[in-house]
């Protein structure tokens, strides 16, 4: 088996936060959302069933974890939470705060705007207070 290596397109597109026990923690770089990204660090890992159950259970108390950092930062309207995979095949789940008024609402994020980046002092505040939110 080979080891956990972080996908190009995931490494490019966010920041680490943290690591959890199972996951590592990242945050979009796209400002638009307040939106985190867990990647299981398991290596050859395409789809949730793919984790053995113990991994399964820990992953889902990590996705709630995150979410509930998200509802206590930002009181979003919804919690969107996915594992879509279709054009990065390693595993990671999005756990993205929704609003009424965000750029896509009430459809889904992915192809509605560029991404738009973090000025430099935003994304330090941001990950700030991510990770006191998680710890």
Known sequence: MSEFELHQTLAADTVEVTRFELCHVLLSKDSRYPWLILVPARADMRDMHDL????????????????????GLHAPDKINVAALGNMVPQLHIHVV???HSDDAWP???????????????ALEKTLASVRKALS
């Open 107 to 121: 459809g889904p994020i992915w192809g509605a705007h560029p991404p738009r980046p973090y000025a430099a002092e």
């Open 97 to 99: 705060a929704r609003f």
């Open 52 to 71: 053995d159950p113990a991994d399964q259970a820990v992953l889902m108390t990590e996705i709630d974890r995150a979410s509930r950092a998200l509802l």
